[in-house]
């Protein structure tokens, strides 16, 4: 084999360089530097090892050229993406409309990519062994895994073969990447732009369950944004339903609003309209509400998590950590949040009369 030296004043080092040390065509380093399945591992490691000891580095002008052809060019697909869905009813994970978002987005940026997005039920009569078989056969190296009602149950499963994002953080193993919604900021914005209305009375409503799958982040939100405009001593406690016995979240409901006085509610709980007609509360006469999600929150006025967003980026990661061949569970995790935006509507109308003769507010 002929010997390269990198010079640190020297021509850049090249694919062809590499294979020259190591008596392979650059086609062969090429995929084994993007962990290509086609080439062993052993020889991934070993051109991957040659091309740290020779100072490769891609030429980035090279690299952003391959990108923009790639881009004008239609692209066939080379692999499949796995979704993994281990819901006990699997039709339930994709009726809620922001997790359907979550699959247009990343099955569109798949596609755009060359990959194709594959829904895999991890059910009952699915082993964690036999899906590991099946997604091995397949040369699928990359998963996305959707926000769960419980933890996966994948004992025995295989992480360390694969590349893993997750949507946020319902499902706590395996402790890979995440992306998900800003969802403590989206919080502050729908509380910012409640008080910009004229609100100062500002409750949030929440359940035990959507506290949990979110770590509480929406919360947090609400609570560092009433800090900011509210003296503590006026502070409004949040009430957290059950989402389990109507009846008891009716009563609790009803105390709440009795007690606290709000003039506006900043909500995550779905069946909220029915509980506010139950006991006999008015939106937006007697109540404004803002929706933390503008797709399952069933109020018109909110924050629009950009949910296809969240997807695209999952997906975008993910493609990432596949080509840089980081497989298994990292050391650190990295978490992406995606901005949400401000939507109004009618069930959170203004409360600052517009001056006479003059406009009302404009702002978004």
Not at 138 to 160: A, C, E, V, Y
Not at 273 to 293: F, N, Y
Request: contains cysteine; charged residues 25%.
């Amino acid at each position: 084999m002929a010997s390269v030296v990198p010079s640190a004043s020297g021509p850049r080092v090249s694919l062809r360089d590499i294979g020259l040390k190591l008596g392979v065509s650059h086609v062969t380093v090429s995929l084994a530097l993007r962990g290509d399945p086609r080439i062993s591992a052993a020889r991934r490691e070993e051109v991957q090892r040659t091309a740290r000891e020779l100072g490769y580095s891609p030429d980035p002008m090279l690299t952003s050229l391959s990108a923009y052809r790639q881009a004008k060019q239609s692209v066939s697909i080379k692999a499949t993406i796995a979704w993994i869905n281990q819901w006990e009813d699997p039709k339930k994970l994709r009726s809620f409309q922001e997790f359907d978002a979550y699959w247009n987005g990343a099955r569109d940026y798949a596609t755009r990519l060359g990959y194709r997005l594959e829904e895999f039920i991890a059910g009952p009569g699915m082993s964690p062994q036999r899906l590991q078989q099946i997604l091995l056969a397949r040369t699928i190296r990359g998963i996305l895994i959707p926000p769960h009602s419980s933890d996966l149950s994948l004992p025995g499963f295989d992480w360390s073969q694969f590349a893993v994002v997750r949507f946020g953080i319902s499902v706590a193993h395996p402790r890979a990447h995440i992306v998900t919604s800003d969802q403590l900021r989206c919080a502050v914005m729908a509380f910012e732009r409640m008080w910009e209305r004229g609100y100062r009375r500002i409750g949030y409503l929440t359940s035990r369950r959507h506290d949990r799958n979110t770590g509480g982040n929406f919360r947090a939100g609400y609570l560092s944004a009433q800090d900011v405009h509210v003296p503590l001593r006026r502070h409004l406690d949040p009430l957290a339903l059950s989402e389990e016995n109507t009846l008891a979240d009716e009563r609790s409901l009803k105390r709440w609003l009795r007690t606290v006085k709000p003039d506006g509610v900043i909500t995550v709980v779905p069946a909220l309209p029915e509980l506010l007609q139950r006991v006999g509360c008015r939106v937006p006469e007697d109540l404004g509400v803002a929706a933390l999600s503008l797709l399952d929150g069933r109020f018109d006025a909110g924050i629009d998590q950009k949910s296809e967003e969240v997807g695209r980026v999952a997906m975008a990661t993910l493609a990432g950590l596949i080509q840089q061949n980081e497989r298994g569970i990292p050391d650190y995790c990295r978490r992406i949040l995606v901005e949400g935006r401000w939507v109004d509507g009618t069930s959170l109308p203004s409360r600052i009369e517009p001056p006479a003769g003059g406009a009302g507010l404009t702002r978004a």
